[in-house]
């Protein structure tokens, strides 16, 4: 039975032993067309994530099973812990890689895993439980799309706390006032330390801070070294179990000193001094 085509219609081309031939067009899209002179296939990057811990055994198995797959090595800086903290790290998470603090303090805390990091992209969360680990891949949207520093926000839309006391909130308000004059920008948080960075700029970051200011340092010199900063939203959970290592007002006129010192034109001399977690 043959079958008669239509005038506007072209018979598909066949090969010679009459079997279809196969168009350009025809072959299945790729996975990532590029649609523009200077589009690039996106690689993946390596993700480092840093979690100082000190005496948060009951907090580690809720921290460490929410850890998505995106992150590839994940590193505990243990601050001479006196409970299980490590071994229960290390029965959560066989590849964890625990490094031991040199010195007292968030800060220097930070800094040792920071060190030791080999990603390409570094994630800082705390261990407590009040930051979940199930945001990471939107921070590293943003450092995929361009950004070199990726800060957390509970003040914008999609962020929240449900564990910031009044002290806290009226402290961090006013500190954020005082770096977004100095630093005439437009943050909506300083004083929450879920962030992310590439691990290229961390010589630009110049980190000298031993306490809890390390954090405040941290956007400081990101802004005075002009990278692009993004903050994305980010819910505050209480703490899982424990007491907080936290002084609001001391380490609050720590971080003020550090904002001071670290302004355009300051001392630069804040991050010297040495301080408890």
Known sequence: MSITLPPNVLPYPTRDDGRPRRRASDRPPADRPMRRVDDRTRTRHSVSLVVPAQNEARNIPWVFEQIPNCVDEVILVDGSSTDATVAMAEHCLPTVRKVQQSAPGKGNA????????????????????????????????????GYDFVKGSRCIAGGGSLDLTRIRALGNLALLTVVNRLYRTR????????????????????????????????????????????????LELPRRSGRSHLHAVSDGRRVLRTLLAERPGGSGTAGHASGER
């Open 187 to 234: 943050l909506t948080d300083l004083c929450y330390g879920f962030c992310a960075f590439r691990r290229d700029f961390l010589d630009q970051l110049d980190l000298r801070s031993a306490g809890f200011e390390i954090e405040a340092e941290m956007i400081a010199h990101a802004l005075r070294s002009g990278l692009r900063i993004a903050e994305v939203p980010s």
């Open 110 to 145: 930070l800094r040792t895993g920071f060190a030791a990091a080999e990603g390409e992209y570094v994630v800082m969360m705390d261990a407590d439980g009040s930051m979940w680990p199930g945001e990471i891949p939107h921070y590293l949207h943003f450092l995929d799309h």
